[in-house]
Nanobody, 117 residues
Framework: QVHLVESGGGLVQPGESLRLSCAAS????????MGWYRQAPGKERDLVAT???????NYGDSVKRRFTISRDNGANTVYLQMNSLNPEDTAVYFC???????????WGQGTQVTVSS
């Protein structure tokens, strides 16, 4: 079992920035992928960004060039720097963790990001 603790959500105005953090603990295998998905009201959960522990990244099209994912492998923590936020970024952001061997996958409880003037 892997436990995920998220932080950093909140209310910001359009054009501002936020940084999300997610720390993982528990049954973490040496090769894994961490990242973020988001879900707006009435919509499906979509990819924001993921990063494996070799530094390979994958971004959703709507956040490319605005959001940056990074991670501290030693601390099993992933970060999401979100710049130039707009109201369409409003959603609950979920941290995701997946072990490469075994394929077990876990979700955080979600953190609300609201972009509004």
């Amino acid at each position: 079992q892997v436990h995920l603790v998220e932080s950093g959500g909140g209310l910001v105005q359009p054009g501002e920035s936020l940084r999300l953090s997610c720390a993982a603990s528990g049954s973490i295998r040496s090769i894994n992928r961490m990242g973020w998905y988001r879900q707006a009201p009435g919509k499906e959960r979509d990819l924001v960004a993921t990063m494996d522990n070799f530094g390979n990244t994958n971004y959703g099209d709507s956040v490319k060039r605005r959001f940056t994912i990074s991670r501290d492998n030693g601390a099993n923590t992933v970060y999401l720097q979100m710049n130039s936020l707009n109201p369409e970024d409003t959603a609950v952001y979920f941290c995701n963790f997946k072990n490469h061997i075994g394929g077990d996958e876990y979700w955080g409880q979600g953190t609300q990001v609201t972009v509004s003037s």
